[in-house]
């Protein structure tokens, strides 16, 4: 039978492990703890001898715990997900912006002014004035694609 000592050094491994996990989150260490203390045991019950079985054993468990348990955990303790909007068209779509250069006529190229920024933009053929408001209908490549808003709006 080996040492007793050597059943500390794994349950002293597992423990700083384990407790590794408060530290370095993701589920992962607190499984490789698990295991170093199922080869203490092993080792206190005389299952395994030597240094090569117990890296062995601790090997296989720790691989047998990590794709058994961690779904479930993951599960169990949650964690922060959140999915933001990735569609940028969908952010754009609707919104108003201000000509900075005169749209028009036909596919001539203008500028306007939104969140801040110049963008180039499109109307729909005919011209719209320096200082009008418009609303944005979708992006052309980098152009956004815009149409005149009433007045009043």
């Not at 601790?58 to 933001?84: A, E, K, P």
Request: proline content about 4%; glycine content about 12%; charged content about 15%.
């Amino acid at each position: 039978m080996m040492s007793s000592d050597a059943v500390w050094y794994w349950l002293i491994a597992g423990a700083v492990l384990m407790l590794a996990e408060l530290v370095i989150p993701g589920g992962i260490v607190v499984f490789l703890g698990a295991a170093c203390v199922v080869v203490a045991g092993a080792i206190w019950t005389g299952i395994v001898h030597g240094w090569v079985q117990s890296l062995t054993l601790w090997f296989i468990t720790s691989i047998i715990l990590l794709l058994s348990f961690r779904q479930i955990t993951q599960r169990m303790m949650g964690g922060d997900s959140h999915v933001d909007n990735t569609d940028e068209e969908l952010d754009i779509y609707n919104q108003q912006g201000q000509v900075k250069e005169t749209i028009g006529p036909g596919e001539k190229t203008g500028r306007i002014t939104f969140q801040g920024t110049d963008w180039p933009a499109l109307g729909d053929g005919s011209v719209i004035p320096i200082g009008a408001r418009v609303r944005i209908i979708c992006r052309e490549n980098i152009a956004l694609v815009v149409e005149p808003l009433p007045d009043g709006e």
